[in-house]
């Protein structure tokens, strides 16, 4: 018998099962419904939004849907939300894919932990727990989650997390709302707290097709900034382009649409049975009350993943789509149609390419590289991103962050009315 | 009882008892051993498990007395009752030290 370190295990368990297609990998959301109303959130619903209650799973048919998932080989679980305890009953379902085997890990706002439930926590220990903190003061956290009182809420569920001992890990995202606490939040968990913390600052439109997470989604000036500021994700996107940049992908490989590990070794399931290539993905999905998971994995989702692009892009022979969030859910949701190119993204991508002197090689038709109607407006970002000194966090006289506005207002649309969503057939 | 050597004989008339609080995973051709419950923390209890350890594993379903898994093992893989006896015994104590099983003063059967 071997005893292997986590990293390691994880490392040689993936390699040795990549041949093998299984489903190692599962996102589950138990609900949408939360008591928070994040303005940047993708999916939330109220959490009185009865009919979304009455449409979730019910508690045996997650039993059924997790014996299937077993049976499959899923090994890695996410349960998330909404708010994975909105449910009254999530720790039933919890305590049911404990017993299963799976190694799990919780996505929660902790505004709904109790003594009681990390008390339950403690004996059913997770792999991990990972809690937004959206904010480092009340004031700033509140005006992001719309709700008074939450700011104190998810400290408490920190704090009874911590007193136990469980394995927790903050997170948050960076929108205009608190993009000069950010720093605040990372010196709090990692210098006070003594746990892990990352962040993300990509926000995409709603999955109901509403692009209203836009409205606080920062510049792609002001995300690249962010890399700079960070030792970290400096050094990871310099790792991540030596390892990944390479000669544009030959032809007869890139014709396939999705480039992700969704269908090959992950997969979504939403609170209503619906299976998916990911959280995002709302275009493709099996109904998993009308049929097992297998039928869904191995039918339908490799039907999804085997689909091709209909025509040639300026992503095609983009060496940078490695570095780049640009997928078909992603495009699915900002443009309304899979393959085209999310301009945000595009800029983003670019921008950081630039910005830490990584090769652009020409890749079709794109107005961000040289010579194209976007690149000379990309300049001057460029050049005021370089004059920033790497790793150093910028604070302006008030104590909070400067971060340098330099791009263009974001277009922000009210919804599918005007932001070209397929999906709620507005521009079918 | 089949004859095996004093040290493994003594510990072939015991009993041995999964530790419910673990649950054993096949993913692929890997056998896991996973903590379910308790204190133990997920990162520093994951078990791999080569084909051997498996069916023993799996043998180890209730109470069972080392003999048994003895007999069954040598006939599935055709190896004298020594020769099982000593790596069972081997590695039921590795179980028992890393407490994913018990193991009670039993009766051969």
Redesign the interface.
């Known amino acids: 018998?071997?005893?292997?370190s986590?990293g390691d295990?994880s490392a040689r368990?993936h390699h040795?099962?990549a041949a093998?297609q299984?489903p190692?990998s599962g996102t589950i959301e138990v609900t949408r419904r939360c008591p928070l109303t994040c303005a940047h959130c993708y999916n939330n619903l109220p959490m009185g939004d009865r009919q979304a209650q009455l449409n979730e799973l019910s508690y045996e048919e997650h039993c059924r849907i997790l014996d299937e998932l077993?049976d499959a080989?899923c090994?890695w679980l996410l349960f998330t939300g909404g708010e994975i305890f909105a449910r009254p009953d999530f720790l039933d379902i919890y305590t049911y894919a404990?017993?299963?085997?799976?190694?799990i890990t919780l996505f929660t706002n902790g505004t709904l932990i109790s003594p009681k439930i990390a008390d339950y926590l403690?004996?059913?220990?997770?792999?991990s727990i990972e809690i937004t903190l959206y904010g480092r003061t009340k004031n700033t956290y509140e005006h992001l989650t719309g709700i008074p009182g939450s700011y104190e809420r998810c400290l408490r569920g920190i704090d009874l997390l911590l007193e136990r001992g469980l394995?927790l890990a903050l997170k948050t995202v960076a929108v205009t709302i608190n993009k000069h606490e950010i720093w605040d939040i990372q010196r709090f968990a990692e210098e006070e707290l003594g746990v892990e913390f990352k962040f993300d600052m990509m926000m995409n439109p709603r999955i109901d097709c509403s692009q209203s997470p836009l409205a606080v989604r920062l510049t792609p000036e002001e995300c690249v900034a962010f890399d700079f500021q960070d030792p970290k994700r400096t050094n990871e996107w310099e790792l991540f382009a030596e390892r990944h940049f390479r000669p544009a992908n030959p032809p007869e490989l890139s014709d396939e649409l999705y480039y992700c590990g969704g269908g090959v070794e992950s997969f979504a399931i939403d609170p209503y049975g619906g299976l998916s290539i990911c959280v995002l993905s709302e275009a493709d999905k099996f109904d998993l009350r009308k049929g097992s998971f297998q039928e869904g994995w191995q039918g339908f989702l490799r039907r999804v993943r085997r689909k091709k692009i209909t025509r040639v892009t300026k992503c095609t022979f983009c060496e940078l789509k490695q570095m780049c969030g640009m997928c078909p859910a992603n495009a699915t949701l900002e443009n309304g149609d899979p393959e085209s190119p999310v301009d945000f993204l595009c800029r983003v991508a670019h921008l950081r390419a630039y910005a830490f002197n990584l090769p652009v090689a020409p890749h079709g038709d794109c107005e961000y590289c040289e010579g194209g109607t976007g690149y000379d407006e990309l300049m001057p970002s460029v050049a005021r991103l370089k004059q920033m000194t790497p790793g150093k966090k910028v604070i302006s006289s008030n104590g909070h962050l400067f971060l340098p506005v330099l791009g263009a207002q974001q277009p922000v649309s009210g919804g599918c009315s005007s932001g070209g969503c397929s999906s709620c057939g507005a521009h079918r | 009882m089949t004859e095996v050597s004093q040290t493994s004989s003594r510990c072939v008339e015991k009993a041995v008892d999964p530790d419910r609080s673990f649950v054993a995973r096949r993913i692929g051709d890997q056998t896991l051993i996973v903590p379910v419950c308790g204190s133990v923390g997920d990162l520093n209890a994951i078990y791999t498990l080569n084909e051997l350890g498996s069916r023993i594993w799996e043998l180890i379903d209730g109470p069972i007395p080392v003999s048994q898994i003895v007999d069954i093992v040598g006939y599935e893989y055709d190896i004298s009752a020594e020769e099982a006896a000593r790596d069972i015994v081997e590695f039921l104590n590795v179980l028992e030290s890393k407490a994913l099983i018990r193991s009670s003063a039993g009766t051969d059967s």
């Not at chain 1, 403690?122 to 792999?127: A, E, V």
């Open positions: 018998m071997k005893e292997v986590y295990f368990f040795q099962v093998d299984l190692l077993a080989g090994f404990k017993t299963k085997g799976f190694l403690t004996k059913w220990r997770p792999f394995p």
